[in-house]
C-alpha cells in the first residue's frame, strides 16, 4: 500500500500524472484509509487501492482523464465480492475514487505532506483544485456549481475542465474539517461539489524507557503501522516529542523522576496526542505533585494517562503492552473504551 506521501516521493508530481484516492465507501469491510494510486501517461502504476482489486478499472479511469481536458472527477466503483475476497478485503461493494491530476495539488500541500504535518485538502470539483487549509481555520469553496452539478458529485462521474476557476470564497466546509478531525485518523468525505480530505501523519509512539516492555510495546506499534522510537535519556526524549504533535504519543517508564518528568512535561507542552506514565497509583500520585509543584497545570496533568493502559486483565509484558497500545489508539481517535455490542450505528466511523 502507498500513501499520497509515498507517492509524491516516486515524483509523481507531472499534469500527466493522475493520482487516485478512494473517497467514500459503502459496504466495503476494512480498509487501509489514505491509499493513493498514480497513474502516468504511459501506463506505469505506483501503488495500489483496495488490495489491487479495483487497479485495472482506475487505470482506465485515470488514461480516460489524462486524454481530456479536464482536471478531476469522482468515479463511483463497484467492487463485487469475489474480487474483494481474493484482494484479501472481508466483502465487496461500492467506492467513489477521486481521480485529479497530480499538478493539481497545491505546493504548500506537499510540502506539507512531506514533512509530515497535519494536512486538510479541500478539492473543489468545479475547477479540479485542490488548496490546503489549516485545521480549525474557515475552509471555502465554490459555488458555482449548479446543484444538478453537486448532486450528480456524490453518485456518478463529475468532469471538471482543466482552465476553470480556483474555488471561490463564499460557501464553507470548516464543519466537515472538524468532524474529521474527530475522528483523529487519515479520512475523506464528499460534501456535494466539494472533496474535503484530512490527512493525519501515521502515528509515533516515543518509548521512553529500555527492556522487554519497550520491545513488546515496539512489536506491537509495527503491527497497528505506527513508528516507535526508544528513547533513554532525557535531553533526547524531550527532542523526541518535541516533534511530535497531535497524532503521536509517549509512554514513560524509564522509573526515574529525572529522566520521565522533563520529557512528560515536554510531551504535555507539545500538545502530544497521547501521554502515558507506568507505575502503581500511589507512584502516579506522587507524580503528579511533582509536575504540579513545577508549574504543569491541572488540566495538563489530567491528560497524562496514568497509570497507563486499559484494564484488559494484562499479567505478561506483551498484554501489558496491547493494553498500553489499545489505550492509545482509544484516545488518539477520541472513542471510549466500549464493546461493539453495546453501541449503535455504523462499527466503522
Do not use: K, N
Not at 497530480?102 to 514533512?115: D, F, K, Y
Not at 475523506?188 to 501523519?201: C, Q, W
Not at 512535561?265 to 509536575?291: C, D, K
Not at 486499559?310 to 498500553?324: K, P
Request: aromatic share 2%; with cysteine; hydrophobic share 50%.
Amino acid at each position: 500500500m502507498h500513501d499520497l506521501v509515498q507517492v509524491l516521493a516516486g515524483g509523481c508530481e507531472a499534469s500527466d500524472v493522475v493520482l487516485a484516492r478512494p473517497v467514500a465507501a459503502r459496504g466495503i469491510g476494512v480498509r487501509t484509509e489514505g491509499e493513493t494510486l498514480a497513474v502516468t501517461a504511459d501506463g506505469t502504476v505506483l501503488g495500489e487501492l483496495l488490495g489491487g482489486a479495483i487497479d485495472g478499472p482506475v487505470r482506465g479511469a485515470a488514461a480516460d482523464l489524462i486524454a481530456s481536458a479536464d482536471t478531476a472527477r469522482v468515479v463511483p466503483m463497484h467492487l463485487p465480492h469475489g474480487d474483494a475476497r481474493e484482494a484479501g478485503l472481508s466483502c465487496g461493494g461500492h467506492v467513489d475514487v477521486l481521480l485529479q491530476r497530480a499538478s493539481a495539488l497545491p505546493a504548500a500541500a506537499v510540502e506539507r505532506l512531506r514533512a509530515g504535518c497535519l494536512v486538510a485538502l479541500v478539492t473543489d470539483l468545479v475547477s479540479g483544485r485542490s488548496r490546503a487549509v489549516e485545521p480549525g481555520q474557515p475552509v471555502r469553496t465554490s459555488t458555482s456549481a449548479s446543484p444538478a452539478a453537486a448532486a450528480a458529485a456524490g453518485a456518478a462521474s463529475v468532469a471538471v475542465p482543466a482552465q476553470a476557476q480556483s474555488p471561490d470564497e463564499e460557501g464553507g466546509f470548516a464543519d466537515t474539517v472538524r468532524r474529521l478531525l474527530l475522528a483523529g485518523r487519515t479520512a475523506a468525505a464528499v460534501e456535494g461539489a466539494t472533496v474535503v480530505e484530512l490527512f493525519v501523519p501515521t502515528t509515533h509512539l516515543v518509548l521512553l524507557g529500555a527492556g522487554t516492555l519497550a520491545e513488546a510495546i515496539a512489536a506491537q506499534a509495527r503491527l497497528l503501522g505506527w513508528r516507535a522510537t526508544t528513547v533513554g535519556v532525557a535531553s533526547t526524549g524531550v527532542g523526541a516529542v518535541e516533534r511530535l504533535g497531535p497524532s503521536g504519543g509517549l509512554v514513560a517508564f524509564a522509573h526515574d523522576a529525572a529522566v520521565d518528568d522533563p520529557v512528560l512535561i515536554a510531551a504535555l507542552r507539545a500538545g502530544v496526542g497521547y501521554v502515558g506514565a507506568l507505575g502503581s497509583r500511589r507512584t502516579h500520585a506522587l507524580r503528579l505533585e511533582r509536575l504540579r509543584a513545577a508549574g504543569v497545570g491541572d488540566g495538563d496533568l489530567a491528560r497524562i494517562h496514568g497509570p497507563v493502559g486499559l484494564d484488559l486483565g494484562a499479567r505478561t509484558v506483551t498484554e501489558i503492552a496491547l493494553a498500553i497500545s489499545a489505550e492509545a489508539l482509544a484516545v488518539l481517535t477520541r472513542r471510549a473504551p466500549t464493546p461493539l455490542r453495546d453501541g449503535a450505528g455504523p462499527i466503522h466511523r
